[in-house]
């Protein structure tokens, strides 16, 4: 296993974060305790997930994810092992079950999801503690083309950061991250923290995959010079750049066939790409997950790559391309297919 440290702090992580939001949902707590047992085994010391998982996010599955996983450090005695990382809703009404909908990055709403993340977790501290999404109104979940909007509404983001900073005083908290974050959003909060003397938000989580790279228009620079690396997550687009999608498969127990959701990477220019990339990965005589996954691992702006999987088998793969080194010829293949469309599904 590579481990690679987590932004200026002292926390060494794996090179592979294992995510966790099918725990509770397509994942029993055993299968879930499982995953967490092969991870651990071979290396992978980084565990993600959020208050807000399993996803999709339902009123009956909330904190399921986190339960499950705090049974497993309960059980395994291995807490001190483990650089465990959660994150906080932002703001939305499209999630009444969380603090009745009313869910902000506020001081209420932030200790308030804290106590009980660390409560399912069955734990004292989190390693990592990160804002899910913005409490403005900016562009996130794949939304493109920002509008100028009025969110004066909105929490301000020193009033955020000085919550977290006294989670981290009160040591319930080590290190601080931002997640679906903008460039100005994650280049505010570095300022902010250094005018202020609060802590320095250490990773950004944000998509990033063979469809999608968005990421590297702003904030790769961002990542590298700042020292605040991606936690990367859909690395495969939702199990598409595996190629069991294409030509209308759907194999039953795909997230895409269950959840109508997890639609973002299954347009037809997506498809076109995922075809190409399937194709170029077969040329070279690689797996297509594993040769997906290992691009983005070896993105110099990637401190972490997270991988997700709801069979042992899939998260062995997935855990095997970590082994993969790909050649010139396939990076120039992957440039070409870029280059064509640049961002099928962002």
Same mark, same amino acid.
């Given at each position: 296993?590579?481990?690679?440290?987590?932004?200026?702090?002292?926390?060494?992580?794996?090179?592979?974060?294992?995510?966790?939001?099918?725990?509770?949902?397509?994942?029993?707590?055993?299968?879930?305790?499982?995953?967490?047992?092969?991870?651990?085994?071979?290396?992978?010391?980084?565990?993600?997930?959020?208050?807000?998982?399993?996803?999709?996010?339902?009123?009956?599955?909330?904190?399921?994810? %986190?339960?499950?996983?705090?049974?497993?450090?309960?059980?395994?005695?291995?807490?001190?092992?483990?650089?465990?990382?959660?994150?906080?809703?932002?703001?939305?009404?499209?999630?009444?079950?969380?603090? %009745?909908?009313?869910?902000?990055?506020?001081?209420?709403?932030?200790?308030?999801?804290?106590?009980?993340?660390?409560?399912?977790?069955?734990?004292?501290?989190?390693?990592?503690?990160?804002?899910?999404?913005?409490?403005?109104?900016?562009?996130?979940?794949?939304?493109?083309?920002?509008?100028?909007?009025?969110?004066?509404?909105?929490?301000?983001?020193?009033?955020?950061?000085?919550?977290?900073?006294?989670?981290?005083?009160?040591?319930?908290?080590?290190?601080?991250?931002?997640?679906?974050?903008?460039?100005?959003?994650?280049?505010?909060?570095?300022?902010?923290?250094?005018?202020?003397?609060?802590?320095?938000?250490?990773?950004?989580?944000?998509?990033?995959?063979?469809?999608?790279?968005?990421?590297?228009?702003?904030?790769?620079?961002?990542?590298?010079?700042?020292?605040?690396?991606?936690?990367?997550?859909?690395?495969?687009?939702?199990?598409?750049?595996?190629?069991?999608?294409?030509?209308?498969?759907?194999?039953?127990?795909?997230?895409?066939?269950?959840?109508?959701?997890?639609?973002?990477?299954?347009?037809?220019?997506? %498809?076109?790409?995922?075809?190409?990339?399937?194709?170029?990965?077969?040329?070279?005589?690689?797996?297509?997950?594993?040769?997906?996954?290992?691009?983005?691992?070896?993105?110099?702006?990637?401190?972490?790559? +997270?991988?997700?999987?709801?069979?042992?088998?899939?998260?062995?793969?997935? +855990?095997?391309?970590?082994?993969?080194?790909?050649?010139?010829?396939? +990076?120039?293949?992957?440039?070409?297919?870029?280059?064509?469309?640049?961002?099928?599904?962002?």
């Amino acid at each position: 296993m590579q481990y690679r440290r987590l932004g200026r702090s002292d926390i060494d992580v794996s090179a592979l974060c294992l995510g966790t939001m099918t725990f509770g949902q397509q994942n029993t707590e055993s299968e879930a305790h499982a995953q967490l047992d092969l991870a651990l085994a071979v290396g992978i010391n980084f565990i993600d997930t959020a208050e807000m998982y399993p996803v999709p996010p339902m009123a009956e599955t909330q904190g399921l994810t %986190e339960t499950h996983i705090g049974t497993w450090l309960k059980a395994r005695g291995c807490r001190e092992r483990v650089v465990l990382a959660t994150k906080v809703a932002g703001s939305g009404d499209w999630l009444p079950h969380i603090r %009745e909908g009313k869910n902000r990055l506020d001081r209420p709403n932030i200790e308030a999801a804290l106590d009980a993340s660390l409560k399912r977790l069955q734990t004292d501290w989190i390693d990592l503690y990160q804002l899910h999404w913005p409490d403005r109104r900016t562009n996130f979940f794949g939304q493109l083309g920002y509008q100028p909007v009025d969110d004066n509404t909105s929490v301000p983001l020193l009033e955020t950061l000085d919550v977290l900073g006294d989670l981290v005083k009160a040591g319930k908290v080590r290190q601080i991250g931002v997640s679906n974050e903008t460039p100005w959003g994650l280049m505010r909060y570095l300022a902010l923290a250094e005018q202020h003397g609060l802590p320095r938000m250490v990773s950004i989580q944000n998509p990033y995959n063979l469809l999608n790279r968005s990421f590297e228009v702003g904030l790769a620079e961002v990542a590298i010079r700042e020292q605040c690396g991606l936690l990367a997550y859909s690395p495969l687009a939702f199990g598409v750049l595996s190629g069991k999608y294409l030509n209308g498969q759907r194999p039953p127990n795909g997230r895409v066939t269950l959840f109508e959701r997890f639609s973002r990477y299954s347009n037809s220019e997506a %498809e076109r790409a995922t075809a190409e990339y399937v194709a170029l990965a077969e040329l070279h005589g690689l797996d297509p997950a594993q040769m997906a996954l290992a691009w983005v691992t070896g993105r110099p702006f990637v401190t972490s790559n +997270i991988i997700g999987a709801t069979t042992l088998a899939q998260l062995e793969s997935n +855990i095997g391309s970590l082994d993969l080194r790909l050649d010139d010829a396939v +990076i120039a293949g992957i440039e070409s297919i870029h280059t064509k469309q640049p961002n099928p599904a962002p």
